[in-house]
């Protein structure tokens, strides 16, 4: 056979292939793989609104798959309700080189209805596939029905997650004539209005959008890739109606579902008259029946139809005991109804800080509290936990936005924040140094605030295993036994937990002929090695700060003598402050560490600084003290 004919039909073999898989190969710009695991190619979506109750969502998705760590990007995952069902579904499978290698169904799907909720008609469909080589393609076609309302329209965010690029994304929302949209970007975006037939018609395009990965301390992560939220002004949901114009309309509407939920069985009524008759003032009644909620109920979270936004009524949670956080907030504020006490139905985002001021919306509110509005010091009540001291606001809440239901409707608050310097831990260590490298003596740990809120829950719970983990977490200790744990608790309005035990720790010192190498502060395990990228992209957001003070007392042997000691450090940063102080007297050795972090948003042009900082800090905790025998 003719070795140019051979050698034309491998090129054409060639050119072929190189064309079968041209998305990829010619039409991938080479810097959207640059930090990806994978690129969505194209997406496409059409909502049609028909009228305040009806609308059909057709999507087209096309994503390519660059590894094994960008998998979950090429699964479908939709959740449906009572005002959603997906009325069609097709997908096709594709290999490096473009050939269809399964093609998928709507009976594909795996439909689950597993849920953390007690009670919800929320279901799942999903689709998950997994090729063996890489790249793939996977592409989703499918139809979405609304129905029985609409509060919102579909965010138009293509890129749901890090390390994922965009190629090109495309978005179009249909009204009826006269209907309008209002619309919020953190981007620059062009939207297209035009009236088309009887169409309102709005379009927004984007493309070439390089991923973005995640950074130690970064943004909210919908802060930094582009995201486009859209609202009606007028909606209906579930046969109610409202208008979503201003943040006041917005709690007129929550503030119509919370008609009627209001009562309360009459015995259940005299049972909580009788439980504040001996209250001296109306703080301590609040007190009083925030005690009995939490001993009484459950959370249990109910989301049933417009039950996502309204709460189940006082009588029935005061019956069953348990609610959702509506529910139970509900119930607390007829109860101090009931006694003469006025308080307000709140909503807050346990999320995002922020509320978006001129842009009312239900997408960023997850949780309801309540506010007790006394002239001097109001009280903010989670109703939801069973062991929250009375009158702490934890971490998850402390410094939002809330929205205050009242008749007359919304009303924007924030929620008191602590000062970096109340967040704080106080951890002690006495410890006894035998020759052969052993260690004994006593520890003592006290968590203040927002670290007493994740500390109390591991040492309260009575179980062993979780003082252990917490010890083996913050203790720097080879082969620790722990004996003698005792556990108290301040549950005042800056509550505290305190967790004190014996210990002895095999190896502790690190003997080397006749020294002695122990570490000077054995209570850090690189909690402070955070940044160790030589570059930044993002901002630096620490979102709450705190101060660490660690003691350590060392008791020598007597056939021993210091050596070295570290040295004495002070440092303030703009981004907090390290000191340390090293002392010796009568055989002891003392070691005092404080560690201050601030809480604040620092542009990226400082990581250098916050790098080195952070990096002294970690240096200060590898020291260690030198002892030599006599």
Sequence with gaps: MNIRYIFACVLLFILSQTQAYGQFVIQKVDSLQENACAIVDNYSAVFSQTDLNNATLSVNKVITILNEQGEEYGYFNETYDKF??????????????????????????????????????????????????????????????????????????????????????????????????????????????????????????????????????????????????????????????GNLSNWENHGKWISSLLTGKDILPADFVIKIKDLTKDAKNDREKVAILYQYLQNNTRYVSIQLGIGGYQPIDATSVSKSGFGDCKGLSNLMMTMLKAVDIRSNYSIVSMREKDILPDFPNFNQFDHAILLVPFKNDSIWLECTNQTLPFGYIHNKIAGHNSLIITNEGGKMCRLPEYKDDQNYQVSKLDIDISENGMAKGKMQFTEHLHLYYKFSYWMTSKDREKEMNYINTNVNMPKVKISQIEVSEDRSSLPSCTLSANFEAEDFVNKTGTRLFASVCPLRKGNYNIFTSSTRKQDIVIENGYSDCDSITFNIPETYTIESLPKDISIETPFGKLKTQCKEEDHKITYIQNIDIFTGRYDKSSYNEIKSFFSEINSAIKRKLVLKKI
Excluded at 166 to 189: D, F, H, V, W
């Design 84 to 241: 959603r069902e997906l009325k069609d579904f097709s997908g096709v499978i594709k290999n490096m080189s473009g050939t269809v290698v399964k093609k998928i169904g709507k009976k594909d799907l795996i439909s689950s209805s597993l849920s953390e909720h007690l009670s919800t008609d929320d279901y799942s469909m999903f689709y998950e596939y997994k090729n063996p080589t890489y790249p793939y393609t996977i592409e989703y076609t499918y139809q979405e029905k609304w129905k029985n309302g609409i509060l919102y329209y579909p965010s138009f965010r293509p890129i749901n997650g890090s390390l994922l690029s965009l190629k090109q994304a495309n978005y179009k929302i249909e009204l009826p004539a006269g209907m309008n949209l209002r619309y919020y970007s953190n981007y620059t975006c062009n939207i297209k209005d035009e009236t088309l037939g009887n169409k309102h018609v709005y379009s927004l395009s984007l493309e070439n959008i390089k991923a973005i990965d995640r950074e130690p301390y970064a943004p909210p992560f919908h802060e930094i890739v582009p995201r486009v939220l859209l609202m009606p002004n007028d909606f209906c949901y579930d046969s109610t109606c």
